[in-house]
């Protein structure tokens, strides 16, 4: 066997073993900008596919192939939730203002898995805060990590 057919193998098992992106066992809630970052995404990488198999680039054609698998499966289990206006109880969808032992503030907006960033004010509905929070009102307390955090104002966004 040559050493350029072994090269090509090699890259051919490299390409096959992207493997996939891992899709969580949590119900997909999704807000409506959540929603519409999946369908963002959806329509950016068809592009970027087309593109990559024009140039016929197999690697790339691999990576967004695997991607669009991914957000297509995310898309089609997605569940669109919408806090109801006025609501007294933490859900899904809503923001969150909690005020620590130390008197530090924090704001949580709570969204889908996909859509969450932590450092922009956003935390997944399946993370332990989150968890800690639903179904509490104002001037109840959550505890993550043993730290107390208590709840002082819901909003619908």
Same mark, same amino acid.
Request: negative net charge; without cysteine; proline residues 3%.
């Given at each position: &066997?040559? #050493?350029?057919?072994? *090269?090509?193998?090699?890259?051919?098992?490299?390409? !096959?073993?992207?493997?996939? #992106?891992?899709?969580?066992?949590? #119900?997909? @809630?999704?807000?409506?900008?959540?929603? !519409? &970052? =999946?369908?963002?995404?959806?329509?950016?990488? *068809?592009?970027?596919?087309? $593109?990559?198999?024009?140039?016929?680039?197999?690697?790339?054609? !691999?990576?967004?192939?695997?991607?669009? *698998?991914?957000?297509?499966?995310? *898309? /089609?289990?997605?569940?669109?939730?919408?806090?109801?206006?006025?609501?007294? @109880?933490?859900?899904?969808? &809503?923001?969150?203002? @909690?005020?620590?032992?130390?008197?530090?503030?924090?704001?949580?907006? =709570?969204?889908?898995?996909?859509? +969450?960033?932590?450092? $922009?004010?956003?935390?997944?509905?399946?993370?332990?805060? +989150?968890?800690?929070?639903?179904?509490? $009102?104002?001037? /109840? =307390?959550?505890?993550?990590?043993?730290?107390?955090?208590?709840?002082?104002? @819901?909003?619908?966004?």
């Amino acid at each position: &066997m040559s #050493r350029a057919f072994t *090269r090509e193998e090699d890259s051919e098992n490299a390409i !096959a073993g992207v493997g996939e #992106r891992p899709i969580s066992h949590h #119900r997909n @809630l999704v807000t409506e900008r959540g929603l !519409a &970052m =999946i369908e963002d995404n959806l329509a950016d990488l *068809r592009d970027i596919l087309a $593109k990559a198999e024009r140039r016929s680039d197999r690697e790339r054609i !691999a990576v967004v192939s695997r991607d669009l *698998r991914y957000w297509t499966a995310r *898309r /089609e289990n997605a569940e669109l939730s919408v806090p109801g206006p006025g609501s007294d @109880l933490v859900r899904f969808g &809503m923001g969150v203002t @909690l005020e620590g032992d130390d008197g530090r503030k924090v704001h949580w907006k =709570i969204v889908g898995e996909d859509e +969450a960033d932590p450092a $922009k004010g956003t935390i997944s509905h399946v993370s332990p805060m +989150a968890v800690a929070l639903f179904g509490k $009102k104002v001037g /109840e =307390i959550a505890v993550v990590n043993g730290k107390e955090w208590e709840i002082v104002k @819901l909003s619908d966004n």
